[in-house]
């Protein structure tokens, strides 16, 4: 739901930024929780910051105009979240509380997305990234683009979504040395998708909520099963980079988390199959789902692998939409415009 806030006078100075911030699509099998690919869809999102600073550790008054995608959580039955839950303000809040800068007495966002909300598509890492993003464009921060991506990992827990929206290609995002609880930070990488590759993406009309999907993982896994999906990781690095269709082949056939997770995909047998039928290396899951991505050599064959995606599920009663994405991979952080609106008339 939208807050009216009224306009602030014309003794408040504005600072104001807008910034776009993509999709990402994560995992792609053996990658799991640590590769990372933008995906050509958009949050644009905006920040007029105003009222000074808050003062004595006040919350900020916060509005929220929210439109496309987003405009779901104000007409579902479910209520959005308050205004200071929402991750655009989460993403501003963390990054004014990394460089000790205290936070606006008033701040106005709006947000505009092409992401599908819970689909496995990254439409909370780019909230929460294009909140961080504002924060910095709008009051100057400084943060660099690794600082940005480290910090909004931290809050948004999933590192790989994060950094394919900050940087855009394929990132490879890991701890560095010492361990996940003893090393603070990111390490980010690149790489470079093989120019044969293309993907696509079936995004249904039905959601599956991370949190749900986190539950359906186990506590632990035998040995060799942590074996095989450290040989699946290293062969879905190695097919990215020289376009082997059986390397790739081997690590879409996850053993870590999509065997845990593929009974709350409705039809992700059928679907899957039917991205291979089609001419399709293989396919999985994007992110904890419930959109599934197929890797394909060439774009008409990942053009037929995602009609004949959302052919299987239209058999199933299921409405789906799909993406297809040749060549490099797109997406990343895009500061449009800083600039201070004019005070208003009298």
């Not at 004595?56 to 916060?62: E, F, K």
């Not at 293309?198 to 040995?223: C, G, I, K, Q, Y």
């Not at 992700?268 to 999985?284: F, K, L, N, P, S």
Request: charged share 15%.
């Amino acid at each position: 739901m939208s807050v009216a806030l009224p306009h602030p006078g014309a003794s408040s100075p504005i600072h104001a930024a807008r910034v776009r911030v993509s999709a990402s699509t994560t995992n792609l099998g053996g990658g799991f929780d640590c590769l990372g690919m933008g995906v050509d869809r958009w949050l644009t999102a905006t920040v007029a910051a105003s009222g000074g600073d808050a003062r004595d550790g006040a919350l900020p008054a916060v509005g929220i105009a929210r439109a496309g995608t987003l405009a779901a959580l104000d007409a579902g039955a479910s209520p959005p979240p308050p205004p200071h839950e929402d991750l655009l303000y989460v993403g501003f809040a963390a990054a004014c509380a990394a460089r000790g800068r205290p936070l606006p007495a008033r701040l106005d966002f709006t947000a505009t997305s092409e992401i599908p909300v819970a689909r496995g598509l990254g439409s909370s890492a780019a909230a929460v990234v294009a909140g961080a993003a504002l924060a910095d464009a709008a009051l100057a921060l400084a943060l660099g683009p690794e600082e940005l991506a480290a910090l909004c990992a931290e809050v948004e827990h999933h590192p790989d979504n994060v950094a394919a929206a900050v940087f855009g290609g394929a990132v490879l995002a890991v701890r560095p040395a010492g361990g996940a609880r003893a090393a603070a930070g990111y390490l980010f990488a690149p790489l470079a998708p093989h120019p044969s590759l293309a993907f696509a993406f079936a995004v249904p009309d039905f959601e599956v909520s991370t949190a749900a999907a986190r539950r359906a993982l186990p506590a632990t896994l035998p040995h060799p099963v942590a074996v095989a999906a450290a040989g699946k990781g290293a062969a879905l690095m190695q097919g990215l980079a020289t376009g082997r269709p059986e390397l790739l082949a081997a690590a879409l056939d996850d053993v870590l988390h999509v065997p845990y997770r593929r009974a709350m995909i409705r039809g992700y047998d059928a679907v899957t199959a039917a991205a291979r039928e089609a001419g399709a290396i293989g396919a999985t899951l994007s992110g904890s789902g419930p959109t599934l991505v197929a890797v394909a050599v060439g774009e008409a064959a990942a053009r037929a692998a995602g009609a004949a995606m959302c052919d299987a599920w239209r058999a199933q009663g299921v409405r789906a939409e799909p993406i297809v994405a040749a060549g490099a991979p797109a997406g990343g952080l895009r500061v449009e415009a800083v600039e201070a609106p004019p005070p208003p008339v009298a």
